[in-house]
């Protein structure tokens, strides 16, 4: 059996560079934001914290910017939109909603929960349409 170094670098490299696109992707699971995304829309994302680097930090999160975060209230991320921002005994926190819900989230929520941000151009999120429908068919959402 010949092992070639050089195919088994290819590979290798291939994985990393799928795995990294994975981390920076999110398949949206519900109608919460519509029309901004849809059910089955992937959102391109940039990561509090990937590993030990930062691509934003939750301190420059501002109004109208879309998050992922880890919700006290659902199991999973969630993907809404910050509407205001404020503070309670000295520790900011996020007022959040879905841009098609009737009521802001629940609770408020703090830096330590956002997880990623979806990335804009232009002041438009970036999608891509519909193809996340075949992890929530794979995943029975």
Same mark, same amino acid.
């Given at each position: 059996?010949?092992?070639?170094?050089?195919?088994?670098?290819?590979?290798?490299? @291939?994985?990393? *560079? %799928?795995?990294?696109?994975?981390?920076? @992707?999110?398949? *949206? %699971?519900?109608?919460?934001?519509?029309?901004?995304?849809?059910?089955g829309d992937i959102v391109v994302l940039e990561q509090a914290n990937l590993l030990g680097f930062h691509e934003f930090s939750p301190d420059d999160v501002k109004v109208g910017d879309i998050v992922v975060y880890n919700a006290a209230w659902h199991e999973g991320p969630v993907i809404h939109r910050v509407i205001d921002i404020g503070q309670i005994n000295g520790t900011t926190v996020f007022k959040i909603k879905g841009d098609n819900n009737n009521v802001a989230d629940p609770y408020y929520v703090t830096k330590g929960q956002i997880k990623s941000r979806v990335l804009t151009f232009n002041g438009h999120p970036l999608i891509i349409p519909k193809v996340g429908y075949i992890s929530i068919w794979i995943r029975g959402l």
């Open positions: 059996m010949d092992i070639n170094l050089k195919e088994i670098a290819v590979y290798v490299v @291939l994985i990393i *560079v %799928v795995l990294l696109a994975a981390q920076h @992707l999110n398949v *949206v %699971v519900s109608g919460s934001m519509e029309p901004v995304m849809y059910r």
